[in-house]
């Protein structure tokens, strides 16, 4: 985790005093048998881009043990994929893949030819006990490659670091969950039904202490409580070519707002949840409409991911081309662009981030100029302004960012990289009271792979 060097106060003389830097990310894992009786533990350390690992275990047999960082953060009896059998600590899943290589492989593999749950094997004593430390660069305690809330195992026998899935190396013998030292940041999570809900957008009323999250993979919206997580669907999906929910927002009539994505639409909801509109943009294969907010002249602003151009929707509803942005310093490439977007509370500007390249943009409401704030955010979804300060949920980083700006919003600079206890792609930010709340989407599993489910939103202090 990287965080600015804070400078202390001015000293009498006039010196300047550092503080001292933070200290680096860390967690601890404890390895429990069969039965749930603890008899290790592993420590894991930020070490630069990669991870130091620390190990001791007893009750083993000796010999070498193949040892693997699993997908899923439960050590708990589960389906062997295999075998379709049960078995212990099946609930770990299979090894962490954050390359997607599907390819058991060496500890040195880079993560596209290999696991990047690959790990070297323990050797156990004759005494049954076995220690290993060493460091790791193919995973990390946060990033694309982060195992924040993911298992470590270590098996029955040794790891032929070839033959897929588990290197041949038996039965799953310990097992723990690698959990953040220090992570008291987390509030709470609110907890999804549907096992493909694949939430993207949300927000907060806070009138009726209700928020509100929508389905990219089916256009549901879900309305949650906020004190106590009860969780009702608000609007089905598939309605009025509402067949994704991505961004979402409020408006001073309480109606709730929706960008379609592929579908190229706006749906506006009464405060009931029936449709008031659905306004649609010039028909294309190419359309996304990916995200939308409200600015203090009574306009909604809205992204397109894939055409360069910023819509307008005024407060009749009348949908238009506000601005083409082949004619500014953006530059839309392949994949997903201009991404999450913000209006500051002066109504001066909109704050926009092009998730492909990682830019940060400015744009005046009454010009139309546009200034490059920063770069550097690379995979930027949703964000969230809070005051001078700009949170940037970074999803396959797996990190929300916080960002300060300067006066005029025209730079910016990043303060923290947040994993909190481990994120699984978040999308998007909304505040709940003086707290906040990210969205665990997991969209890099929409298109294949294993969601981790529950779905959830997690709600944590600002940091």
């Known amino acids: 985790m990287k965080r600015l ?5 001015l000293t009498l003389t006039g010196t300047v005093t550092a503080q001292p830097a933070p200290a680096p990310l860390s967690a601890t894992a404890a390895l429990l048998d069969a039965q749930g009786v603890k008899t290790g533990s592993a420590t894991f350390t930020q070490v630069g881009t990669g991870m130091q690992i620390s190990v001791q275990v007893s009750g083993l047999t000796p010999g070498m043990h193949g040892m693997h960082l699993h997908e899923f953060g439960r050590c708990a009896p589960g389906v062997d994929a295999p075998t379709n059998t049960i078995v212990p600590f099946g609930a770990a899943g299979g090894h962490f893949d954050p390359g997607r290589s599907g390819n058991h492989s060496t ?16 050797m156990v004593g004759a005494d049954g006990t076995g220690r290993l430390r060493f460091t790791t660069v193919k995973s990390s305690l946060t990033g694309m490659n982060g195992v924040l809330n993911r298992s470590l195992v270590i098996h029955a026998m040794p790891d032929d670091y070839k033959s897929d899935p588990a290197g041949m190396s038996g039965m799953r013998e310990r097992c723990g969950v690698v959990t953040r030292t220090g992570s008291g940041n987390v509030a709470r999570d609110y907890l999804l039904p549907g096992a493909q809900d694949f939430p993207e957008g949300v927000i907060y009323d806070a009138k009726r202490d209700l928020i509100f999250t929508g389905s990219a993979a089916t256009g549901d919206i879900y309305a949650i409580k906020g004190a106590t997580g009860q969780v009702g669907v608000f609007s089905r999906g598939g309605a009025l070519g509402r067949s994704s929910a991505l961004g979402l927002k409020l408006d001073a009539q309480n109606r709730l707002w929706v960008a379609g994505g592929a579908a190229g639409t706006v749906s506006v909801l009464s405060p009931d ?8 943009t010039p028909k294309s294969p190419d359309a996304y409409v990916n995200d939308l907010t409200p600015a203090p002249d009574g306009n909604m602003y809205v992204t397109d991911s894939t055409r360069p151009v910023i819509y307008r929707v005024t407060p009749d509803l009348k949908l238009s081309a506000w601005l083409d942005l082949n004619t500014t310093p953006v530059r839309y490439l392949p994949g997903i662009n201009l991404n999450g977007i913000v209006a500051t509370a002066d109504g001066r500007y909109l704050l926009t981030i092009q998730l492909n390249t990682g830019d940060l943009w400015r744009i005046d409401l009454k010009t139309k100029a546009v200034k490059k704030v920063m770069g550097g955010l690379t995979r930027g979804d949703g964000l969230l302004l809070d005051g001078r300060t700009l949170y940037v949920a970074r999803n396959a980083e797996q990190v929300v960012a916080k960002v300060a700006l300067s006066a005029d919003y025209g730079s910016g600079n990043v303060v923290v990289q947040e994993p909190l206890r481990g994120l699984r792609y978040p999308s998007t930010l909304a505040t709940i009271g003086t707290q906040m709340l990210v969205v665990q989407s997991q969209l890099d599993k929409l298109q294949g792979g294993t969601p981790e489910t529950p779905f959830r939103l997690t709600r944590f202090n600002k940091f």
Request: charged share 15%.
């Open 273 to 280: 949840g029936a449709p008031v509109a659905v306004l649609e």
């Open 107 to 122: 500890p040195t593999a880079a993560d596209t030819d290999g696991h990047g749950g690959d790990l070297p094997m323990l």
């Open 5 to 9: 060097l804070s400078l202390g106060l």
